[in-house]
């Protein structure tokens, strides 16, 4: 029985960019397929690799397709999130009526929101990871999310949204700005006039503040909704149905930025499971000559960089679970390749 065998629901694989994150996301979900656990692997990952080792088209975009395999076990999905379509289920699912719905959805300000601001995208893959969750199609999901910098916003978008919905800013935004006719209410105090707005309209634009205040307005229904959804998201990210793993290079100079994502995790509470430390060279028998012209000193060296940097992290590490993977010849970028990659999980 291994790491993999006993591991939770929900599998979430992070790390730094480099390391082999998707291939190790795709190998363990094909993994629990093979073991008969049916699996959706997904990602936010803005450069999709994902959707090329697993042999699925653009039909993926936020919306399950089998990868087609053969061999004993259950079904495997891989699903690519698309967030501008995610925001759009949620404002549906949390508009009073159709005429907020439709008033949100053709909001200028809304489709330069959901369509990638800062943040945005991050928060809506905990939304779409809890979404399917809950629907309970799967019994294991796997996510591969973009490298350190971006997982760590991924973890803490929850709480941002949470912040946000909270905030003096949003009860600022939310006054009435405009009147009935879309002016500019200050505009009519006695010494400003019509001077301010067309100041702001050259600052900002009007219309852009308009159109900020209208979605803000018929945006204050779904504020309780979303602020619910994003607790919901924090709990289960620090649940029992959750593990997360952490993927990473052999190289001694990876070393600061892994321990730095263990001890975030750890921090928030967030359950670590093994630490996988992928590409590693083994070790060369004997001793070769040190000729910089030779292969085998190059591989010697290699091998010797990488143990040490294997034996560093595992003392760092304390009794956290490490896997080794090693360096394969060729670097898995299908079913086949994947096949060895599961093995060896």
Request: charged share 25%; proline share 6%.
């Amino acid at each position: 029985m291994t790491w993999i065998d006993e591991a939770p629901s929900l599998l979430l694989v992070v790390g730094s960019g480099g390391v082999g994150k998707t291939t190790v996301a795709a190998g363990a979900g094909l993994r629990l397929a093979e073991a008969g656990h049916e699996t959706l692997v997904m990602t936010f990952d803005p450069s999709l690799r994902l959707k090329d080792t697993l042999g699925v088209g653009a039909a993926a975009l936020d919306q399950p397709v089998a990868v087609a395999r053969s061999g004993p076990g259950a079904p495997l999905w891989a699903s690519l999130l698309d967030a501008r379509t995610t925001f759009d289920r949620l404002v549906k699912t949390y508009s009073q009526d159709s005429a907020t719905r439709d008033c949100i959805l053709g909001n200028r300000y809304y489709h330069h929101l959901a369509g990638g601001l800062a943040g945005i995208l991050e928060y809506m893959a905990v939304e779409r990871l809890f979404e399917v969750y809950e629907e309970g199609q799967y019994q294991r999901i796997v996510l591969d999310t973009p490298p350190t910098s971006q997982a760590l916003d991924f973890l803490e978008a929850p709480q941002r949204i949470v912040d946000f919905l909270d905030s003096g800013a949003l009860r600022v935004a939310m006054k009435p700005w405009f009147d009935d006719r879309g002016r500019l209410r200050a505009s009519r105090i006695p010494g400003l006039g019509r001077g301010l707005e067309a100041w702001l309209d050259r600052l900002v634009g009007i219309d852009l503040l308009r159109d900020m205040a209208d979605f803000f307005r018929a945006f204050q229904p779904l504020f309780d909704g979303f602020r619910q959804r994003a607790l919901q998201v924090q709990k289960l990210l620090r649940s029992k149905a959750t593990q997360f793993v952490l993927v990473t290079g052999p190289d001694e100079a990876r070393i600061p930025d892994a321990l730095f994502f263990a001890r975030r995790l750890a921090e928030g509470g967030y359950p670590l499971g093994p630490v996988v430390i992928n590409r590693v060279h083994p070790e060369y028998p004997g001793q070769p000559p040190w000729n910089s012209d030779d292969g085998a000193s190059i591989l010697a060296w290699q091998g010797a960089r990488d143990q040490r940097g294997v034996a560093a992290l595992r003392s760092l590490l304390g009794a956290t679970q490490t896997v080794v993977l090693p360096q394969l010849e060729v670097e898995p970028a299908d079913l086949t390749g994947l096949a060895e990659i599961s093995r060896r999980l």
